[in-house]
């Protein structure tokens, strides 16, 4: 299928962007590397009346730590992320889950922001930013407001962005000394949208566990340190409570499997990697 009509307007400046949103209403679109909004518009399932391109506002293309975070501008690419020298030692958990999203063509367009949002379930960046606890920055003319992750994402392909409102950066808070940290997804090829995605973090007291793919939105659940049948009973809780759904890739049932027993090779591989 082809898009329905409509108006593109590269912009210079966040500024300039976040004019045209308002000019536009709630039928303008921002749209940076367009790997999440282009098959929804040849699909229609958006019907967006204006495109505005920041893929070249060189003030939202940046990576930077600061104040126990590392930024992503909002027209940072994944594979800019990828390349970029501190992300092993600064944000392992997003180090580890990369090389998931997309296959290499698709990570030299996709977004970082971008991913954010669009807020698929199934989504690793999101992942990550939940159970790291981050935060994201959005701007309007209205001025500038920050929210934490656990409140941005709202549902399936829903977040806390307001009609006028464009993404501008996300932070994800950089590794805690004496914390471990792994992800792993099981999809039907590599690079395919996750059936379930799983992160996980370790530390002296406590196992954080976050899962994508089987409710509406990443949902992360954290224990006191656990081992053998507790560990068991309370990966087998957080699966029905999940509760997860049927598909043509795969049934409820098999999502809550792979909860349990990805939920558990994970965490044991966190807590191997605590430093």
């Not at 930077?64 to 944000?91: F, N, P, S, Y």
């Not at 049948?229 to 087998?236: E, I, R």
Request: charged share 25%; with cysteine.
């Amino acid at each position: 299928m082809k898009p329905k009509a409509f108006d593109y307007l590269k912009v210079s400046s966040a500024e300039e962007a976040v004019v045209a949103l308002a000019q536009g209403g709630e039928d303008a679109r921002i749209i940076a590397g367009g790997l999440s909004l282009m098959p929804m518009l040849n699909f229609r399932l958006a019907e967006p009346s204006i495109l505005i391109d920041i893929s070249k506002v060189d003030s939202l293309n940046y990576i930077r730590e600061a104040d126990g975070h590392v930024e992503i501008g909002a027209a940072t690419r994944q594979a800019d992320l990828m390349r970029w020298d501190g992300l092993a030692d600064k944000l392992p958990l997003v180090n580890a889950a990369l090389p998931y999203v997309g296959h290499y063509q698709t990570r030299a367009k996709g977004t970082v922001c971008g991913s954010l949002s669009h807020a698929d379930p199934s989504s690793e960046l999101p992942l990550c930013l939940a159970v790291l606890e981050g935060e994201v920055d959005l701007q309007s003319t209205n001025g500038k407001r920050t929210i934490p992750a656990d409140q941005f994402q709202t549902g399936m392909l829903s977040t806390a962005k307001q009609a006028g409102e464009m993404i501008t950066a996300a932070r994800y808070p950089t590794a805690k000394d004496g914390c471990g940290y792994a992800f792993t997804e099981m999809a039907q090829r590599r690079g395919d949208f996750a059936i379930v995605a799983l992160a996980a973090i370790a530390s002296a007291k406590s196992i954080k566990l976050g899962i994508g793919g089987v409710a509406d939105r990443p949902t992360v659940r954290e224990w006191d340190l656990l081992e053998g049948d507790a560990l068991n009973n309370a990966l087998n809780e957080f699966a029905w409570d999940l509760g997860g759904y049927d598909d043509i890739h795969a049934t409820a049932r098999y999502r809550r499997e792979l909860v349990r027993r990805l939920g558990r090779r994970v965490i044991e591989e966190a807590k191997t990697c605590r430093s």
